[in-house]
């Protein structure tokens, strides 16, 4: 009988632990608006990475863009990069659309987010793990490790505060 409970207490113990751990983002590459590979090395030139997920079709994500293209300035200097995720670069069958990148060009001149934005593809997304609303912002520390995410767009001022806390975890 002590053995069953000790037994038990063990896989809980480890299931507890296993969901309070931060989620891992392994391996990955991915191409950017002007079709440069990126990897996970990615993470390692800032302690705090923040991955917006954005569509064209967007109206709260375009919304947000400006400012995060101003705080992508403004927070540089304290560690934190920003890159767009792009969730709408492909053709009816999956394939990179042209149309659609330049598309997104064309917004992220227009908004002057002019920060790096990646293509997500379904291996990213898999590294990222569900979401079912953009713009979705996922908080990635220089190991790779995400630390931290939120569903929707937010001002300059909330994306700041949350930032800072972001970096403090990160840290």
């Not at 969730?87 to 598309?103: M, N, T």
Request: proline share 4%; net charge neutral; with cysteine.
């Amino acid at each position: 009988m002590m053995k069953k409970f000790l037994l038990v207490a063990t896989v809980l113990a480890m299931m507890a632990s296993s969901a309070f751990a931060a989620k891992k983002i392994g391996a990955f590459k991915a191409e950017d608006l002007e079709g440069a590979a990126h990897d996970e090395a990615l993470f390692r030139q800032a302690p705090l990475t923040m991955f917006n997920v954005w569509g064209t079709f967007c109206p709260p994500c375009l919304h947000e863009m400006p400012d995060l293209g101003r705080l992508a300035k403004e927070m540089a200097p304290e560690g934190v990069q920003i890159v767009g995720l792009l969730y709408d670069w492909f053709d009816p069958a999956g394939r990179r659309s042209e149309k659609q990148i330049v598309k997104a060009k064309t917004l992220v001149e227009r908004t002057g987010a002019d920060y790096l934005h990646l293509l997500l593809d379904d291996g990213l997304a898999r590294h990222l793990g569900d979401f079912s609303a953009i713009p979705q912002t996922f908080f990635v520390n220089g190991r790779g490790e995400i630390v931290g995410e939120a569903t929707g767009a937010r001002s300059a001022a909330q994306w700041r505060e949350i930032i800072r806390e972001m970096l403090a975890k990160a840290k």
